[in-house]
């Protein structure tokens, strides 16, 4: 199993360009999130899917759509990049929390910054 | 609403010293608990969790955290730190009831520094 990969690892947009991170997870995992870290704030989630066709917004959605059309893929579109979303961004996918808790397993990251 | 608070935000040990990283969360009904680690350059790895049974959870690496129902606690420790312990440790909750979404909250994170 490859597991949870997200493309691409870097990118560099300009204030105003649209881009979209592609999440993809081989685990048959019904819950897939998208987050994002920034220094001393942690980890913040962005939206999040409960399965294919239901998504729901997190605690920073502002700037940011996703739509989940499969199981496999979860891809996060900035709308129109400004500076304030330059971050690292991290997608997970988890079983139902049922299954043992929960836990997500997360991908390498998208390190963005927008100039 | 939920939320997870990491008191320590900087912690730098010299090998072989005893870890102990403080994590409160706010949430009154039944928790599914979490501590993850990054190491530089990497993305996170689960150490430990907990979500029912003995509230103390034994993790990879000779970490263990205890469940504190009372202190709304899960603390994590590790008796004797190495330089390869050297990392970013996040704490995380997620509140279970009926239909529980996963989300998971994190706290701040707490960078740990062990010195040779």
């Known amino acids: 199993n490859a597991g949870v990969t997200q493309t691409p690892k870097f990118q560099v947009l300009k204030t105003g360009q649209s881009m979209t991170l592609q999440c993809a997870q081989d685990m048959n995992h019904e819950y897939m999130s998208w987050y994002r870290q920034d220094p001393g704030m942690g980890l913040r989630l962005i939206h999040y899917?409960?399965?294919?066709?239901?998504?729901d917004q997190g605690e920073v959605p502002n700037g940011y759509n996703v739509s989940r059309s499969t199981t496999e893929d979860f891809p996060l579109r900035l709308l129109s990049a400004a500076p304030s979303q330059t971050s690292v961004y991290f997608c997970?996918?988890?079983?139902?929390?049922?299954?043992?808790?929960?836990?997500?397993?997360f991908g390498p990251g998208t390190r963005l910054t927008v100039t | 609403a939920q939320s997870v608070s990491q008191h320590n935000h900087h912690v730098i040990l010299s090998e072989a010293a005893s870890l102990e990283l403080g994590c409160n969360y706010s949430y009154g009904g039944t928790v599914n608990l979490f501590w993850y680690v990054q190491y530089p350059g990497q993305h996170l790895q689960l150490l430990l969790k907990y979500f029912s049974g003995d509230p103390l959870v034994k993790g990879i690496k000779g970490f263990e955290a205890e469940f504190i129902k009372s202190k709304f606690s899960f603390n994590l420790r590790k008796p004797s730190v190495q330089w390869s312990d050297t990392a970013e440790y996040f704490c995380a909750v997620n509140a279970v009831r009926g239909g529980a979404t996963n989300k998971l909250i994190f706290g701040t994170g707490t960078l740990l520094a062990v010195q040779p």
């Open positions: 997970a996918s988890s079983a139902s929390p049922g299954q043992g808790g929960g836990e997500q397993y």
């Open positions: 899917s409960v399965g294919a066709g239901i998504t």
